[in-house]
């Protein structure tokens, strides 16, 4: 009878034999990809060509530069101006029902194309124009709009 295996030797690779077994992986890797690494570096060389990898180079070695001139172009007053007004902007529309600001936007979109249709007209509007255009359902309704926007508009403003 064999006697049992009470323990087990792995082969230890020297140093050389590491080096040459990650290297034969390596040219398999190689071979398997050929078609990609050649399309990589031809992507790398047009780069290099156009300039882009010199810019890129010279940017990460000035990233701490880059990141402070960005830093204080960001915290000037006209950009956080144009964030607060972004953020205030998105919160009103966030708040408004998007049925509301659909139907407004189709007829300010269908009352900018009539307008249009009138645009080289110079002919003068008198008064008496304006009150026969209130009887019209379509004006009526368009005007009454506006003033309920701009009672709703003050109400707000005297609120402050």
Known sequence: MASPITSIHR???SETELQQKKIEELQSLIAEQQDSLQKMIEIASELN???V???VTAMIKAREKLAKIAVT????????NLMNHLL????TLSSIDPAATEKLTKAMKNGIEEAELYRGNDDRVSILQVMTALNDPEVNQAVKYGMDFLKGMGKELNRN
């Open 53 to 55: 990898l010199d810019a």
């Open 49 to 51: 060509d156009a300039g």
């Open 73 to 80: 172009q960001a915290s000037r007053e006209p950009v956080t």
């Open 88 to 91: 205030n902007a998105v919160a």
């Open 11 to 13: 082969k230890k690779l």
